[in-house]
């Protein structure tokens, strides 16, 4: 693998790896509905705030989610709408999984 293939790849990574934790993919589907300030994030997953802005810190290092300032409030939203896609993909090998359980029982 080239140097330049080998960079692309890794730029993949990074993201996929920013998502996988079950607390941000949360975050993700919640912020697809539409923009979240972190109270309500932290509501929603029953967490601490120096939790969930460390999610979110790992999500928008990624380009996933971006930010915005009011007042004392942070707000967040999508970045790249797209990456809710990725989601109906992973529940198609979910259940690919889940019926090829069953079939060998």
Not at 25 to 34: H, P, T
Not at 35 to 64: F, N, P, Q, Y
Not at 71 to 98: D, W
Request: aromatic share 4%; charged share 25%; glycine share 4%.
């Amino acid at each position: 693998m080239d140097a330049k293939t080998h960079s692309r790849y890794r730029a993949r990574a990074k993201i996929v790896k920013a998502m996988a934790h079950p607390s941000r993919l949360f975050i993700i589907d919640q912020l697809a509905e539409g923009e979240r300030c972190v109270c309500e994030l932290t509501d929603m997953i029953g967490a601490d705030t120096s939790t969930v802005s460390k999610h979110l810190s790992v999500l928008k290092e990624a380009g996933i989610v971006k930010d915005e300032k009011r007042g004392l409030q942070v707000f967040y939203t999508l970045r790249t709408p797209c990456v809710t896609r990725l989601f109906s993909c992973i529940e198609a090998v979910v259940k690919s999984n889940i019926e090829a359980q069953l079939a060998a029982m």
